[in-house]
């Protein structure tokens, strides 16, 4: 079963470009989150997208806008980029979303690693 | 809201020792609880989870988490570390019957193996 896939997994734009990535979750898999790593904030939840719509949103500045397509694959985008933004770029997939019957791990993909110049 | 506190950014052991890898959560109800592993270049593999039931939780590669309510704290061991335990830990919740997945993370524990 093929895992996470992300792509591109390295790219580098300049300040003021706007930048595309892209995340196929597992097969049956309709939750995709994303998440910003860097090394002073860590780990930092984005959104998460469930049937296309968008179920949770991080505090993250509408720069940063995300969509999910009929088969699940997710695209994250962000606009007008900023040096702050450099950081790995980590989707995450689930079958299902919300804890109400029990914990849904999330499975990633090995990131997309975005330098801004 | 949550929050998740790993004491010791950066620890080092000798292979062969004890891995201990302390996380304390903030939460008014007791969350679901996870560590995950970093490795260099590559996104988290989930080690062990805690939702409910027995709270000494087994994983891959030798692991264990133990959960213990009282001291709002999910801690990691390994009795034994080998040189392929060196890696970046993180230690994350989510809320029990929250809508979404979301994962509130800690800001991770690198450790490092001597030989």
């Known amino acids: 079963k093929a895992g996470v896939t992300q792509t591109p997994r390295y790219l580098i734009k300049t300040r003021g470009q706007q930048v595309t990535l892209s995340c196929s979750p597992i097969s049956g898999h309709r939750s995709v989150s994303w998440y910003q790593q860097t090394p002073g904030q860590g780990l930092q939840f984005l959104f998460e997208y469930f049937s296309e719509t968008q179920r949770n949103k991080g505090n993250f500045p509408g720069r940063f806008s995300g969509r999910q397509f009929s088969n699940s694959r997710s695209e994250m985008n962000v606009s007008t980029l900023e040096l702050g933004d450099s950081a790995l770029y980590l989707c995450?997939?689930?079958?299902?979303?919300?804890?109400?019957?029990?914990?849904?791990?999330?499975?990633f993909g090995a990131g997309s690693r975005l330098t801004v110049l | 809201a949550q929050s998740v506190t790993q004491l010791g950014s950066h620890v080092s052991v000798s292979e062969g020792a004890l891995v201990l890898l302390r996380c304390n959560y903030s939460s008014s109800v007791p969350p679901y609880l996870f560590w995950y592993v970093q490795y260099p270049n590559q996104g988290l593999q989930l080690l062990l989870k805690y939702t409910t039931g027995a709270t000494l939780v087994k994983g891959i590669n030798g692991f264990e988490a133990e959960f213990k309510k009282s001291e709002t704290s999910f801690h990691l061991t390994k009795p034994s570390a080998h040189m392929s335990d060196a890696a970046e830990y993180f230690c994350?919740?989510?809320?029990?019957?929250?809508?979404?997945?979301?994962?509130?993370f800690g800001g991770g524990t690198r450790v490092l193996v001597k030989p």
């Open positions: 994350a919740v989510s809320d029990q019957g929250a809508a979404g997945n979301k994962l509130t």
């Open positions: 995450a997939s689930s079958p299902l979303t919300g804890q109400l019957s029990g914990a849904n791990v999330l499975t």
